[in-house]
């Protein structure tokens, strides 16, 4: 069962050298999660065959044009090609007032359900829960409020061995306990262990969106080993200076952040229109955590 990031945006601040504002989508079990949503996201996910109304949940980090100003296009266009379905929207209270607002002055009144959801930008938080998924906001650090994403599938019950159901004629009824992790004791008072009689399901997949943030060990927590650890890698180290000014991070801070919350890998993206090749960001940052990755733009990356 799928778990796969597609990278729609990696670019900072401005499209340029093909690059676009950030947005990414996550495929996790055949649902469709948005994340952020920059200019030219619809084209995005035409060219990359998204189908933009079968995602049901969309996550904005924050205000700052270059992750949300894709956002009232993609909506407008969920309304005009007929959408039904509900969509559920992440984001900081500020955000439903734009959109309140544009959809006020155009008068126009979706044919879908928009709930809003708004995510507190000071503590992280849970929200978003179902019976295969938990979503919280991360804190970040920016020069405006801004959060990040973590999304994490829910552990599953062990898996029935059938063959062993049979040998040992065990009833219908006693299936859920022995999924829960039950021994069995037959009628001769024979105790037969779980290990025997079910195998463990896959372990639950974990991905973490960190956006716009300055380097800060406060969000080591929050992702300590997941799976996948996006993060921001707007400069290369040289430009430490800027980094720290504009409240961005390099890809070597990025690097020392997944070390230290000892993630299984890192993608590194949002790279300022300074850097036309990314080679030398990779480098940097692979010096420190190899398992690092560019977040190019249509690229699908699985979290394993
Ligand atoms: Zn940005
Ligand atoms: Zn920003």
């Known amino acids: 069962m ?22 990414q989508v996550l495929n996790i079990r055949e649902r469709f999660f948005l994340i952020d949503c920059g200019e030219g996201t619809q084209l995005q996910m035409m060219r990359y065959k998204i189908k ?43 955000l439903m007032d734009i959109i309140e607002l544009q959809l006020r002055l155009s008068n126009t009144i979706l044919r879908y359900n928009l709930i809003f959801h708004p995510v507190r930008h000071y503590v992280s938080t849970l929200i978003l829960e179902d019976e295969d998924l938990q979503v919280k906001s991360i804190v970040l650090n920016h020069r405006i409020p801004c959060t990040g994403f973590l999304f994490r599938e829910k552990a599953k019950p062990r898996k029935l061995l059938m063959n062993k159901m049979q040998q040992y004629n065990i009833p219908f009824n006693f299936f859920n306990r022995i999924k829960n992790g039950e021994n069995y004791e037959d009628d001769n008072g024979n105790i037969i262990m779980n290990e025997e009689l079910t195998m ?25 080993a997941v799976d996948m650890l996006y993060h921001e890698s707007t400069f290369s180290h040289d430009m430490l200076d800027r980094a720290r000014a504009t409240f961005h991070t390099t890809s070597l801070q990025a690097a020392e952040l997944a070390k230290k919350a000892e993630v299984k890998k890192l993608i590194i993206g949002h790279f300022s229109a300074r850097y036309k090749n990314l080679s030398p960001l990779l480098m940097e940052a692979r010096t420190v955590f190899p398992n690092t990755e560019l977040a190019l733009e249509g690229l699908k990356y699985a979290v394993e």
Do not use: W
């Not at 992750?67 to 984001?91: A, P």
């Open 200 to 224: 463990p399901s896959l372990p639950p997949r974990s991905y973490a969106f960190c956006s716009d943030t300055i380097y800060d060990e406060s969000i080591i927590n929050d992702v300590r």
């Open 2 to 23: 799928k778990f796969e990031v597609t990278v729609l945006g990696s670019s900072s601040a401005t499209p340029i050298y093909t690059r676009h504002p950030t947005a």
């Open 52 to 94: 933009m109304q079968r995602i049901s949940h969309i996550f904005i980090s924050h205000l700052h044009g270059d992750h949300y100003l894709g956002l009232m296009g993609l909506i407008s266009t969920m309304h005009l090609q007929g959408r039904t379905s509900e969509l559920h929207l992440y984001g900081q209270q500020e």
